[in-house]
């Protein structure tokens, strides 16, 4: 991948309007009578979403409002304006930009429709949606999952692999060690834990906990859930939306475009607590912790791009006994017909992720 220079790239904040001012698109089908509302990208940048589109105030749910106390009390990273003049803060900035917008700053390494900013909102820095500040204190550590010592940059490399799909990318595979794409990236999350002990988990950190719900978790009631809650911006197809110019504004939940079998967001509970937390973006809290996971396993329970780890003659059946057989998430079920984990026809086995690499994204 060519370097580019740090002019090249764009530098979040400079010709953006600020977070409170959403732009907006209206795009007006006549024929049909139909006014389709597409916001513009600094919903996925800033997890923003103006009161028109919901139809509710501005306010926060009641359920978060509750817990405004708690937030209060949270890390509060520096602002943008606090990035340094000088080459570190260049490095920031361009690390901040390939998380905001991934597949045009790393587009060699992104398979699918999703940035880094669709999981982790607000450009990293929203608590409980797995917050880059709260995460890169506590690499390196030991990971039970692939039973070995990860760096923050082996763990960039999995979200790569597995939440980005990089093995459907233009170079068939994940950014390689040493490429400044990590480098960009660790110097940005470096930049925003500032302040923050090293070792320690701090509060907010991941997507925060869930209950279990009362009743088995239903996809019929979560398709409705989905239907009212959620259809609004990432289609009712689930395919996500975007722009007049072709730029996503709301990722697809699953499909050739979303992330695959092996990426964390695939298992229900940890999709449920992300729900929980953080969606509608105009009213995180809202739903209830059944509707959480009712609607989180409505959404994984559609086919995706294939784990990785899948290649050869390992069969659906091998990667459940290997890596899903513990896994709260529908991988190996036939669901309508379809056996989940088979992926899709076009897809490339061509960046299947080193022996020993079972991290899971």
């Known amino acids: 991948m060519t370097r580019k220079h740090p002019s090249d790239l764009p530098q979040p904040g400079a010709d953006k309007p600020s ?8 795009i007006l089908a006549v024929g049909g009578g139909l006014a389709l509302v597409v916001l513009g990208s600094l919903v996925v940048d800033y997890g923003l979403a103006p009161s028109w589109l919901t139809g509710q105030k501005a306010a926060r749910s009641t359920a978060a409002a509750d817990g405004e106390g708690e937030k209060a009390k949270l890390f509060t990273p520096p602002d943008e304006s606090a990035i340094p ?5 260049q490095s920031v900035r361009r690390g901040m930009a390939i998380f ?3 597949g045009t700053n790393a587009h060699d390494f992104v398979g699918n429709d999703l940035s880094c900013s ?6 990293g820095r929203q608590a409980y949606s797995a917050p880059m500040w709260a995460a890169y204190p506590v690499y390196p550590k030991y990971r039970s999952k692939n039973k070995m010592v990860n760096t923050m940059e082996d763990r960039i490399k999995g979200c790569f692999t597995y939440s980005m799909n990089a093995q459907a990318s233009p170079s068939g595979g994940p950014p390689p060690y040493g490429s400044d794409v990590y480098r960009d990236l660790q110097a940005y999350f470096f930049w925003m834990s500032k302040g923050l002990p090293t070792g320690e988990k701090p509060e907010g950190a991941g997507f925060g906990k869930i209950d279990k719900p009362e009743k088995e978790p239903s996809r019929e009631r979560g398709e409705a859930v989905f239907a009212a809650n959620c259809a609004v911006c990432h289609g009712a197809d689930g395919q996500g939306q975007k722009d007049i110019n072709g730029k996503v504004v709301f990722p697809p939940l699953w499909g050739p475009r979303s992330y695959n079998w092996g990426a964390g967001m695939h298992k229900v509970d940890a999709a449920a607590a992300f729900i929980k937390h953080n969606m509608p973006l105009s009213q995180p809290g809202k739903l209830s912790t059944q509707e959480a996971w009712d609607v989180a396993a409505f959404v994984d329970s559609h086919p995706r791009p294939k784990d990785p780890r899948q290649v050869g003659d390992i069969t659906v059946e091998d990667g459940l006994k290997k890596w899903h057989h513990s896994h709260d998430g529908f991988y190996g079920q036939t669901i309508d017909g379809v056996l989940l984990g088979t992926g899709f026809p076009q897809e490339s086995q061509a960046a299947a992720p ?4 079972n991290s899971g994204g």
């Open 19 to 26: 977070r409170g001012q959403t732009t907006v698109r209206v």
């Open 85 to 89: 003049d000088d080459e570190f803060g």
């Open 100 to 102: 905001l917008d991934t």
């Open 118 to 123: 669709n999981c982790h909102l607000d450009a």
């Open 354 to 357: 080193a022996a020993g690499d």
